[in-house]
């Protein structure tokens, strides 16, 4: 059974990058695609990229291009998201999800990982 | 201002059943298979739907997904005061070439 283990509460000022980690037990991580859910306090939920199903290749919420990065290490079955230049508005509960099916039209995301607190404050 | 149209709120007595909406177009909805997800305050969310109508192992058949169109929409039939939550529709869009979400319904149980 596949658990996603993310890193803990972060604090950090305007303009500085935050680093989140997804640590993925039960299969190596590149039998997987691992996306980036974010949802800020009192909102809904905000999907912001990962690997794409059909390629490989990352792809990002057009909103979050040039300032988000997903990445892995394979060795640490480990998914990351840089996401740089932090506002107030950044301040969120980010999750990693598992994109499960093979094809993007027909997917979903299952599991979630517990989340991680991004406060971005002055 | 979300791409998929959801009511901010429901509610309904325990026993009854209710229904939550989503409107979306034929960029997503229409062409593609719906998941419904619900969370509970302070936790992660979980699917409860997926491909419009298919339930997870262990999510009880009380709850079910339906699609017409470029509408979908979760049922809850026989409510329980367990079932308050916040509901969020999702799926993939052809013309953003990513996942987009509803903006959630809360659910109460009175």
């Known amino acids: 059974q596949v658990q996603l283990l993310q890193s803990g509460a972060e604090v950090k000022k305007p303009g500085a990058s935050v680093k989140v980690s997804c640590k993925v037990s039960?299969?190596?991580?590149?039998?997987?695609?691992i996306h980036w859910v974010r949802q800020a306090p009192g909102k809904g939920l905000e999907w912001m990229g990962g690997?794409?199903?059909?390629?490989?290749?990352?792809e990002y919420a057009q909103k979050f291009q040039g300032r988000v990065a997903v990445t892995e290490d394979t060795s640490a079955d480990t998914v990351y998201m840089d996401l740089s230049s932090l506002r107030s508005e950044d301040t969120a509960v980010y999750y990693c999800v598992t994109v499960k099916s093979q094809n993007n039209w027909n997917s979903w995301f299952d599991p979630w990982g517990q989340g991680t607190l991004v406060t971005v404050s002055s | 201002q979300s791409v998929l149209t959801q009511p901010p709120s429901a509610s309904g007595t325990p026993g009854q059943r209710v229904t939550i909406s989503c409107s979306g177009s034929s960029s997503n909805i229409g062409s593609n298979r719906v998941n419904w997800y619900q969370q509970f305050p302070g936790t992660a969310p979980k699917v409860l739907i997926y491909?419009?109508?298919q339930r997870p192992s262990g999510v009880p058949d009380r709850f079910s997904g339906s699609k017409s169109g470029t509408s979908a929409s979760l049922a809850i039939s026989g409510l329980q005061s367990d079932d308050e939550a916040d509901y969020y529709c999702?799926?993939?869009?052809?013309?953003?070439?990513?996942?987009?979400f509803g903006g959630g319904t809360k659910l109460t149980v009175l």
């Open positions: 491909r419009d109508k």
């Open positions: 039960g299969s190596p991580v590149t039998e997987l695609t």
């Open positions: 999702a799926v993939w869009d052809d013309s953003l070439n990513g996942h987009v």
């Open positions: 690997f794409d199903l059909e390629d490989g290749e990352t």
